[in-house]
């Protein structure tokens, strides 16, 4: 069974103050694994997919890494306008895409 | 462009009663998908479909049934609502299985 986990549940930073958030995954044949941002009584909103380990991608403050059993969020010196619930989702190799979501880490960034 | 639409944003069901939620997009879109999101749970999907006229059940499909009859439209139905279907109800589509898929604002449902 396909399982993603995220950590921690929650984390609050001051503005400038970077960290990383994480999320490992177990899943039998990885297509791909994204990275969502999502604000209080919205959608989620796509930030990066990721498909071999090794891979990064980047988008202003944002960075998302890739390893064989965890993806990374780092976030550099952070304003409190990214201050959101990041979600983290895998996909498997066969058939239609169906994302498997994790719980999602809730970010506040503190002025 | 819209993007993904949902209609209702919020509703009020008592226990027993049916409803539809309709999503739509305008993206030309083979892939369409429901959602659900509890706290603490994350999303769960609940059904998804492939192409017009096609439909297939995702991780949460029991007491929810869809139809997909135009490809731009996907609806999804609660025959006999129960409080334990209260939830937030999410609608995504995308075009490629590697591509990400776009989401909808959301439907707040609540069952009484």
């Known amino acids: 069974e396909d399982q993603v986990t995220q950590s921690p549940e929650a984390l609050r930073l001051q503005e400038g103050e970077s960290s990383s958030l994480n999320c490992s995954y177990t899943?039998?044949?990885?297509?791909?694994l994204f990275w969502y941002r999502q604000d209080p009584g919205k959608g989620p909103e796509f930030l990066f997919t990721?498909?071999?380990a090794g891979e990064e991608k980047e988008k202003e403050r944002l960075k998302a890494t890739l390893t064989k059993k965890e993806s990374f969020l780092h976030i550099t010196a952070p304003k409190p306008e990214d201050s959101a619930t990041y979600l983290c989702?895998?996909?498997?190799?066969?058939?239609?895409?169906?994302?498997?979501f994790g719980q999602g880490t809730r970010l506040t960034i503190n002025p | 462009n819209a993007g993904v639409t949902q209609t209702p944003k919020f509703r009020v069901l008592k226990t027993g009663q049916s409803m539809t939620l309709l999503c739509a997009q305008d993206?030309?879109?083979?892939?369409m998908y429901w959602y659900r999101q509890d706290p603490g749970m994350g999303l769960r999907l609940i059904h998804y479909?492939?192409?017009?006229?096609?439909?297939a059940k995702g991780e949460v499909p029991d007491g929810y049934n869809v139809s997909r009859l135009k490809k731009q439209n996907f609806l999804l139905g609660l025959e006999s609502a129960a409080p334990s279907q209260t939830s937030v109800y999410f609608c995504a589509s995308t075009g490629q299985p590697f591509y990400e898929q776009y989401f909808g604002p959301g439907t707040r449902l609540t069952v009484t």
């Open positions: 899943v039998s044949g990885l297509r791909g």
């Open positions: 993206m030309n879109h083979e892939y």
């Open positions: 479909s492939v192409g017009e006229g096609t439909t």
């Open positions: 990721l498909y071999s």
């Open positions: 989702a895998v996909d498997r190799v066969q058939g239609a895409q169906k994302l498997v």
